[in-house]
C-alpha cells in the first residue's frame, strides 16, 4: 500500500493567473510485518487542473454535445481522465503534467514532489448556484503496473479579478543587486507580484467614498432619505447605511433590506423564454421604526460568496432588497388616548391601514484577498488517498 498525500502550502483559494503550487508526497508506511521484499512500485504519475460545469435541466438548455467526438481510450481505466466519474462538462484543463514514472518505495520511505501550475485567466469563477455550478479541481492520478488508475482530487477555489490580464508588469524592475547565491523562480516572483497588484486594486477601487442620497417616497408622499457612501465592495466587507425618516410626510412602519445576488440565464440558452431569475439572501436587517427620525443597518458580505461575474452562460449582479410598510393614515392617528385621568397613556391602534412598496438598488461586489478567504474555505489544504 502506498499513500498519497496532496498539500495546498498557501490555502484552497487562489486568483485566476496566479501560480497554484501543490507538494504530492508518496509514502511506503512502515509496519511491524515489512521486510526488504515490501517495496511498493508506482509506473507513473500525472497531475492536471480542470474546471467542471454542471447546469440544471430544468433552467439550462445547454446544446447537444457532438457525439462524433467519442474517445474510446477514455473508456480503459488504464487512461489518465482527470474528470472522469465527474457530472457535466470539462469546459477547462491545463496540460497533463507528468511527476515521475517507475517509481520504487522501499518501508517507511517517502518521496515529495512539486507541481506548480498558473491557472488561466480567462476562465470563471467557482461558483454554487441554483442553475448553474463552475467546480475547480487538481486531479492527480497514479497508476501501479497492469492495474486501474486511482485519481486523487484536490478541490480549491478560484476569484477572478478582471483587469489583471492585460496589465504588464515591467521587465526593468532590479532596483537593488540581485543576490546570485539566492534564486527566485520566474514563475512564483511574478505570482507574488500579481497578489500584490490585485490587492492594490482592489482597494483603490473599493476606498472610493462619496455620498449617494436618495429620496423614499410612494404615490402619497415623501416617505424619507437613504444615505449610503459607496456602493463597491469587497466580499468580506460590511454595507453600511442610514435611514432619515424625520423629513417623510408619510409615517414608515417598517423596513427591511436584503443583500441579495440574482443569478440569471442568457437568453440563448433559457429552457423557457422569459423565464424568472434566481435570487439568494446572503443577509437580511428588519427594524419596526414608527416615530424613529433615523436608523442604520450593516449587512456582512460573506467572505464564502462568489463577487459579480458574467459568462456566456449566466450573469451574476449583487443588489439591496428594500421594503417599506408605511401608514396609510397620519403619524397622530398611530396612536389613542386609553384613560381620561390625569395620568394618561397612548397605546398603538389595533387595526391600521398600510401601504408596502419595495426597492432595488445595484451595487458591486469585487473579490478579496485569496488568502483571507482562505479562512473560510470549505475545502480542505491537505487531501490524501491509499493505493
Do not use: A, C, M
Given at each position: 500500500m502506498i499513500e498519497v498525500l496532496a498539500k495546498l502550502g498557501r490555502g484552497p483559494v487562489f486568483l485566476a493567473g496566479e501560480v497554484l503550487e501543490c507538494v504530492i508526497t508518496f509514502t511506503n508506511p512502515l509496519s511491524a510485518s515489512s521486510t526488504s521484499a515490501s517495496s511498493e512500485m508506482l509506473a507513473w504519475a500525472s497531475a492536471q487542473i480542470h474546471c467542471q460545469f454542471h447546469a440544471s435541466e430544468n433552467r439550462v438548455a445547454l446544446p447537444p454535445s457532438d457525439g462524433s467526438k467519442h474517445d474510446v481510450q477514455a473508456e480503459n481505466e488504464t487512461?489518465?481522465?482527470p474528470n472522469r466519474g465527474e457530472r457535466g462538462q470539462c469546459i477547462l484543463s491545463t496540460p497533463p503534467k507528468i511527476l515521475f514514472c517507475d517509481l520504487r518505495l522501499d518501508p517507511g520511505e517517502s518521496k515529495s514532489y512539486s507541481y506548480c501550475e498558473t491557472l488561466p485567466v480567462d476562465g470563471?469563477?467557482?461558483f454554487r448556484g441554483q442553475s448553474v455550478k463552475y467546480v475547480?479541481?487538481?486531479?492527480?492520478g497514479c497508476q501501479r503496473v497492469n492495474s486501474p488508475i486511482k485519481l486523487l482530487r484536490v478541490p480549491f477555489r478560484v476569484l477572478?479579478?478582471?483587469?489583471?490580464?492585460?496589465?504588464q508588469f515591467p521587465q526593468d524592475e532590479a532596483v537593488a543587486p540581485s543576490n546570485p547565491f539566492l534564486e527566485e523562480e520566474e514563475g512564483l516572483k511574478k505570482d507574488s507580484r500579481l497578489a500584490d497588484l490585485a490587492t492594490e486594486l482592489l482597494m483603490v477601487a473599493t476606498s472610493r467614498r462619496s455620498l449617494h442620497l436618495y429620496n423614499i417616497s410612494n404615490t402619497r408622499g415623501k416617505v424619507g432619505t437613504f444615505c449610503i457612501f459607496k456602493t463597491v465592495y469587497k466580499i468580506g466587507e460590511d454595507v453600511i447605511g442610514t435611514f432619515n425618516f424625520s423629513e417623510g410626510d408619510i409615517p414608515c412602519l417598517q423596513f427591511s433590506?436584503?443583500?441579495q445576488t440574482e443569478e440569471s440565464i442568457?437568453?440563448?440558452f433559457q429552457r423557457r423564454r422569459g423565464q424568472p431569475v434566481s435570487f439568494t439572501v446572503h443577509a437580511r436587517h428588519q427594524e419596526s421604526c414608527l416615530h424613529t427620525a433615523q436608523s442604520s443597518f450593516s449587512l456582512p458580505i460573506p467572505l464564502s460568496?462568489?463577487?459579480?461575474?458574467?459568462?456566456?452562460?449566466?450573469?451574476?449582479?449583487?443588489?439591496?432588497h428594500f421594503e417599506f410598510v408605511t401608514s396609510g393614515e397620519s403619524a397622530g392617528t398611530c396612536l389613542v388616548r386609553g384613560s381620561q385621568s390625569e395620568a394618561v397613556t397612548w397605546t398603538g391602534v389595533e387595526q391600521m391601514e398600510v401601504d408596502t412598496f419595495s426597492w432595488d438598488l445595484p451595487i458591486k461586489v469585487l473579490p478579496t484577498n485569496p488568502i483571507l478567504a482562505s479562512y473560510v474555505s470549505q475545502f480542505s489544504s491537505t487531501n490524501s488517498i491509499s493505493i
Open positions: 487512461v489518465f481522465v470563471p469563477p467557482s475547480y479541481k487538481l486531479t492527480i477572478v479579478l478582471h483587469g489583471l490580464k492585460d496589465y433590506v436584503s443583500l442568457q437568453e440563448e460568496s462568489t463577487p459579480g461575474f458574467t459568462t456566456n452562460v449566466v450573469s451574476l449582479k449583487w443588489r439591496l
